[in-house]
T-cell receptor
Framework: TQLLEQSPQFLSIQEGENLTVYCNSS?????LQWYRQEPGEGPVLLVT?????EVKKLKRLTFQFGDARKDSSLHITAAQPGDTGLYLC????????FGAGTTVTVRA | EADIYQTPRYLVIGTGKKITLECSQT?????MYWYQQDPGMELHLIHY???????EKGDLSSESTVSRIRTEHFPLTLESARPSHTSQYLC?????????????FGQGTRLTVV
């Protein structure tokens, strides 16, 4: 089983601040996905990163895949209350496994 | 928008009852998954399937069973529900291609066993 570790577990920031969430593994992944989940709902895919060193931007969200394809990060610029949620990374070619997630709270 | 549906959305049931959680997708995806998640906690993979007549156990041991008789349908059954089965159950599907194995999730079934 390829394990994914996310940090920090919880993050509470003020609106307008920046934040970074990390996803690390000792295994190499062919791709990693980032999802966001709101209470009572299923996770929704934000992005898939495939190439080592790849950087993808989705509005105020920036995703990076490590050169060795063992880690990834999610950076949010000027966070807004609407960014509040559980952020999950996931990977695996044959069975999709998830990290424990980072609960992000953005205070107005 | 993903076309994957779970029913029921909420279920409260007594100990010892047999239950089946339904999951259907209309995207023609080969891969399907069941995850168990407690509120605000991580998703634990309990079952997955590569396609029709294929079922595999996930990372977390579960007393539930699954079947995959049709591509679009992946039901999960508990023969005798117990309070320890109280949790949210999430179904997902993904197309069978690598490396982009992104999954599309249903809204989940919140199960409470009393």
């Amino acid at each position: 089983t390829q394990l994914l570790e996310q940090s920090p577990q919880f993050l509470s920031i003020q609106e307008g601040e920046n934040l970074t969430v990390y996803c690390n593994s000792s295994s190499v992944f062919s791709s990693l996905q980032w999802y966001r989940q709101e209470p009572g709902e299923g996770p929704v895919l934000l992005v898939t990163v495939v190439t080592g060193g790849e950087v993808k931007k989705l509005k105020r969200l920036t995703f990076q895949f490590g050169d060795a394809r063992k880690d990834s990060s999610l950076h949010i610029t000027a966070a807004q209350p609407g960014d509040t949620g559980l952020y999950l990374c996931a990977g695996g070619d044959y069975k999709l496994s998830f990290g424990a997630g980072t609960t992000v709270t953005v205070r107005a | 928008e993903a076309d994957i549906y779970q029913t029921p959305r909420y279920l409260v049931i007594g100990t010892g009852k047999k239950i089946t959680l339904e999951c259907s997708q209309t995207m023609g995806h080969d891969k399907m998954y069941w995850y168990q998640q407690d509120p605000g906690m991580e998703l634990h993979l309990i079952h997955y399937s590569y396609g029709v007549n294929s079922t595999e156990k996930g990372d977390l041991s579960s007393e539930s069973t699954v079947s995959r008789i049709r591509t679009e349908h992946f039901p999960l059954t508990l023969e005798s529900a117990r309070p320890s089965h109280t949790s949210q159950y999430l179904c997902a599907s993904s197309p069978f291609r690598t490396p982009n194995t992104e999954a599309f999730f249903g809204q989940g079934t919140r199960l409470t066993v009393v």
